[in-house]
Every structure is written in structure tokens, then in C-alpha cells.
């Protein structure tokens, strides 16, 4: 048989069958002898030892689509992030990061700003437009009264899809809305996997329909971009792209340089300063971490 894992503590892992049943599976020891470990979002092959109990082994693991470090998973086919407009504030220098990372991953991203009817149209409207206009697929929703939840509903179908952002910005009650049934059938699947495991909190997958999958990831404070040069960190900003011919030099960092067309860009409103900060923000340390 063939399923999907869903979650994977402390050396078992879930499979989902694709329709309805979960199954309590080992990893065979081949993986280790490979040096591959099985990853929440891995397609696998495994065989059933006890139907009643709904436990296996994985046999093998399908070939990967992509393999993302943090959060550690495989096979995602893109990111929605949920920030609030109020309650909390977006901080998006963290929105910023978030975005990094999935760019320097090439994964898809789709923004979702919830709590709209915490802020002026206005405001709301200003927030979209800056990264709409950096080429990001944007959605405003009002998740506890279903506003915009059947748009992101359609984003989802057919796909893997991560939810990422800060606690209390309205992820479980947009995952609530367009899965109500998943909240039981997650009652049911947390009570057999915290029986007897390790219960601290990982990745894990919900299955919304056939083809259909969100990961729920725990709520973050702090994005740290790591791993990445500095002269790469402005390929993360799409915007900026438009403006790099019109930099006196190659290789141009955007940050001391005096002839360079991205900060000009920023001086005529081309590029929002707010993300132009983060940016410099985020060279400056990466630059720093290089040093030492």
C-alpha cells in the first residue's frame, strides 16, 4: 500500500491511506543503512501487520518533489503564511524572514492576512499592496465570520500546503473553517499517537480530502536566515529585480553603494522602505555572522 506520513514522533511514524485510515508504522532498517530518514510529507510504500490496530512498516519512501530544513519536512508544494492585521500587529520583519526562507527553498508562497475587520480598508489595502506588488499572491480573510475562506479553500485543493506564522494570528480557526471535521478526526489521531509517546509538538499533516494536505507547523516568534551568503540575500526580494540593471556596479549590494538603482527605486517609492529596512537589516547580519 501506499500513504502519506502525517507525523512522525520518537521512531514511529503515521501514514495516512489517502482515505480515511491511519496507520502506526515502523521504519525498516535499510533507511539507516541509506542514511535517509523518513519526513512528514514523505509518499511511502508500507505493509500492513495489523489491520485491526491500524500498524505497519514503511517499506520504502517514494521519491521526493523537494525537502525543506526548517521546518523539516518533504513533497510541500507551497507556504501559506497567516499574519494578523491587529491582535497582534504584523511584524514584518518576521514576515520578511518567513519569506527568505521559502525563496531561498523555492517554495510558493501565498500570504494571508486575517483580522481584517480589526483594521481600516485602508490600512488593510496599503499592507496587500506592498507585497502584491513583490509578486506574492496575497488573501485577507476574516476567519471566525468564514469571510475569504472559500478563496483559500481553492488555493489549497489538490496540493500540500505549510501554514506558518505567529501564535494568535487565526491559523487554527482558518484550519477550523476549511476542515470542521478535521478537528475530530485530529482528536482521534492525537489520542493514539500520544499513547505512551513523546507528545512534544512536531510538523504535522491533516488530511483535508483526497490530493489534499495542510501542515499545521508550531507557531514562531523568530525566523533566523541562516546558511545564506549575503550577496544572495537580495535574489529573495523579486522586487529588487526590475531595478538591478540600473546599479553602476556588478554584484551590487544595495546597501553602501551611492549609483545603485534599487535604492533609487526606494527613494522614489518604487520599493517600499519598509522592506528595503528589512533587507539592509538582514545583509548587516548576515554580513556580521561571516565575519566571526
Known amino acids: 500500500m501506499t500513504g502519506k506520513i502525517i507525523k512522525g514522533i ?19 532498517g535499510i533507511f539507516r543503512n541509506r542514511k535517509i530518514k523518513p519526513l512528514v510529507g514523505d509518499n511511502v510504500e508500507f505493509s500492513i501487520l495489523d489491520e485491526k490496530e491500524q500498524t505497519g512498516n514503511i517499506i520504502d519512501i517514494l521519491q521526493r518533489e523537494n525537502e525543506l530544513i526548517r521546518p523539516a519536512v518533504a513533497n510541500i508544494d507551497q507556504a501559506l503564511i497567516v499574519f494578523a492585521m491587529a491582535d497582534p500587529d504584523p511584524n514584518l ?6 519569506l527568505i526562507t521559502m525563496e531561498a527553498q523555492g517554495v510558493p508562497v501565498v500570504i494571508c492576512f486575517n483580522k481584517t475587520d480589526l483594521v481600516p480598508e485602508e490600512q488593510a489595502g496599503k499592507l496587500r499592496s506592498i507585497y502584491e506588488n513583490a509578486g506574492y499572491e496575497v ?3 476574516q476567519a471566525k465570520a468564514g469571510i475569504g475562506i472559500d478563496e483559500i479553500r481553492g488555493l489549497l485543493k489538490g496540493k500540500t500546503t505549510a501554514f506558518a506564522g505567529p501564535s494568535g494570528v487565526g491559523k ?7 476542515q470542521p471535521e478535521a478537528a475530530m478526526e485530529t482528536g482521534a489521531v492525537s489520542e493514539k499517537i500520544r499513547r505512551g509517546r513523546h507528545t512534544t509538538r512536531h510538523s504535522e499533516l491533516f488530511f483535508v480530502e483526497p490530493g ?3 501542515m499545521d507547523t508550531p507557531g514562531f516568534s523568530t525566523v533566523y536566515v541562516e546558511n545564506m551568503k549575503p550577496e544572495d540575500l537580495s535574489s529573495c526580494f523579486p522586487e529588487f529585480e526590475a531595478y538591478v ?14 549609483e545603485c538603482g534599487v535604492k533609487d527605486a526606494v527613494k522614489a517609492g518604487k520599493i ?3 522592506r528595503y529596512e528589512n533587507y539592509r537589516l538582514i545583509y548587516e547580519e548576515l554580513k556580521s555572522k561571516r565575519r566571526y
Open 10 to 28: 520518537a521512531g514511529f511514524y503515521y501514514v495516512h491511506d489517502g482515505i480515511s485510515r491511519i496507520y502506526e508504522c515502523k521504519a525498516k
Open 93 to 98: 520583519n518576521l514576515l520578511d524572514r518567513f
Open 139 to 141: 488573501r485577507l480573510t
Open 172 to 178: 487554527s480557526s482558518i484550519t477550523n473553517e476549511i
Open 212 to 214: 489534499t494536505f495542510v
Open 245 to 258: 540593471p540600473e546599479c553602476r556596479f556588478l554584484g551590487c549590494a544595495h546597501v553602501g553603494e551611492r
Open 272 to 274: 517600499p522602505s519598509v
